[in-house]
Structures are given as C-alpha cells and as structure tokens.
C-alpha cells in the first residue's frame, strides 16, 4: 500500500493550497481517508475525513469553513483544499487510510483507527 501526498508549499497568510493524496494497493473505494497535521513539537491532529462513499465528513474545529476534504474514487485520491490559511496552519500534513466504525461531523478520529500513512508534505504559511 502506498499513499502519497503531494501539494504542500509555502504560502503567504490568506493564501490557498491543494493537498492531494494518491493511494495503490489498496481498494480505495473501501477506505475511509483522513488527513492530519503535525507541528514542531505537537502531537498528531485529526484535520479532516472523509467517509469511503463521501457522504459524511469530519473537520476540526479551527479549519472549519477554510479547509474541504474530497475524493475522487476513481482516481484513487483524496483531496484537501486550504484557503484562507492562517500561520498556526504550519506543519506536516499527512494523509490515511483506515476502515472507521463511524465519520461523523462530532466526532475526530484517532491517529489509530488508520492503518496506513502517506509520508507527508510540509505547509508552511508566512505571517
């Protein structure tokens, strides 16, 4: 299984980005994705998910109405469009795939529930 995700910059404070995540080996129609983020010297954090059919999704509060979460199953991606973004929005975004009891807009999953990870693409948003 391969995930890879691409799409990360440098962007100044406002400005929008495109995460995209490519998945093979894996039935990706099967899969409900995530992405987190990670900052110097924080913990991993829930940023977004997607329901394998795409009818549910999840955001963290603090990008909701900034950052969509999509996917295209036929391509085999999911996809994570940032505007408006903001410094605290720095950091190492990866993408994941998992099979979740539930996505749901209350409830942040856990960096446990996804068994397989990208690698990461750095975000980083100048002031």
């Known amino acids: 299984v391969q995930l890879q995700a691409s799409g990360g910059g440098l962007v100044q404070a406002g400005g929008s980005l495109r995460l995209s995540c490519a998945a093979s080996?894996?039935?990706?129609?099967?899969?409900?994705m995530g992405w987190f983020r990670q900052a110097p010297g924080k913990e991993r954090e829930s940023v977004a998910a997607?329901?394998?059919?795409?009818?549910?999704?999840y955001y963290t509060d603090s990008v909701k109405g900034r950052f969509t979460i999509t996917r295209d199953n036929a391509k085999n991606t999911v996809y994570l469009q940032m505007n408006n973004l903001k410094p605290e929005d720095t950091a190492v975004y990866y993408c994941?795939?998992?099979?979740?009891?539930?996505?749901?807009?209350?409830?942040?999953?856990?960096?446990?529930?996804?068994?397989?990870w990208g690698q990461g693409t750095l975000v980083t948003v100048s002031s």
């Open positions: 994941a795939a998992g099979r979740l009891a539930v996505v749901s807009t209350t409830r942040a999953p856990s960096v446990n529930e996804f068994g397989y």
């Open positions: 080996g894996l039935t990706f129609s099967s899969y409900d």
């Open positions: 997607i329901r394998w059919s795409g009818g549910s999704t």
